[in-house]
């Protein structure tokens, strides 16, 4: 299971989520034994085939050592890696995935040239290192003077990298799915009330801006093939003329608009890549 710390405003959205996919794979015939990311630290994991929804740097390390001596791990722990922010952004800007122009910068820097240069006006700032644990570690930033005083914070707070996005205007979407299956959900947050830490209040109610969805979904299983992220979801943006560029990548979010729906789906992609690693 996911530790708390990692799970904010949605500890128990995370805890369903995960023992409702643990049920359907019991139905299946499968025998699931769960532990909370702390025992799985502390003991030797006899089982051949971790599920897990991990955050810990420990518990990724332990994942990444299990997967390298032949475990199946899902979602694989340099998944999980990949997802953090400076990772995210190099991997999808590199490969060409819609993703909004970025600076990945030393938070002792004075970003405000290079900001001015790259018309950066409005920005986030997301640390660069790992995945949020407080509000404080996605902060929206209205000017540049403003961006480099939250950067010097993200300094103090001993957080050495970040990444600075450019602020999209547009509807603001969120995604959840999964590798392979026919399951794929989008809403939007900001209308429908769901939020972890109030950001969506910046971009506000959606225009229902149109957008090709299948292009879309296309590019996130993209993002998740290349991420080697199996159970994901994110967010996104629609531009005004229907582009939508993924602003964030996740690593087995809560679900838990669709989570009744979503289960049944993930214990197929587990039960699937089981037979397609019991067959190599």
């Known amino acids: 299971m ?55 740097q420990a518990s990724i390390a332990k994942l990444q050592q299990l997967e390298d001596r032949g475990r199946l791990v899902i979602n694989s722990g340099y998944g999980i890696e990949n997802c953090t922010r400076e990772r995210m952004t190099r991997m999808l800007l590199g490969n060409g995935i819609p993703y909004p122009d970025s600076l990945i910068v030393n938070t002792n820097e004075d970003v405000r040239p290079e900001l001015e240069k790259s018309g950066f006006a409005s920005c986030w700032i997301k640390r660069g290192d790992f995945h949020a644990m407080h509000k404080e570690d996605v902060s929206y930033c209205r000017h540049i003077e403003e961006a480099q005083d939250v950067l010097h914070e993200y300094f103090y707070r001993g957080i050495k990298r970040a990444v600075i996005n450019r602020h999209l205007v547009g509807d603001l979407i969120k995604f959840y799915a999964v590798q392979g299956q026919p399951f794929f959900y989008w809403f939007y947050p900001f209308d ?48 005004n003329d229907g582009t939508v560029r993924i602003i964030d990548f996740n690593d087995w979010p809560s679900f838990a608009p669709c989570r009744a729906e979503a289960a049944p789906w993930i214990a197929k992609c587990v039960l699937s890549s089981i037979k397609e690693w019991k067959n190599k």
Do not use: T
């Open 2 to 56: 996911r530790a708390g710390a990692y799970s904010p405003n949605h500890i128990g959205n995370d805890a369903a989520i995960f023992n409702a996919v643990a049920d359907q794979l019991r139905k299946r015939g499968c025998e699931v034994k769960i532990y909370s990311e702390e025992q799985f630290q502390a003991e030797d994991i006899r089982e051949e085939i971790i599920l897990n929804m991990c955050r810990e």
């Open 192 to 239: 429908e009330g769901h939020s972890k830490y109030g950001l969506e209040a910046i971009n506000g109610k959606s225009h229902g801006i149109h957008f090709d969805i299948d292009a879309f979904r296309q590019n996130c299983d993209r993002a998740s093939e290349l991420m080697d992220v199996k159970i994901y979801g994110g967010d996104a943006i629609v531009d």
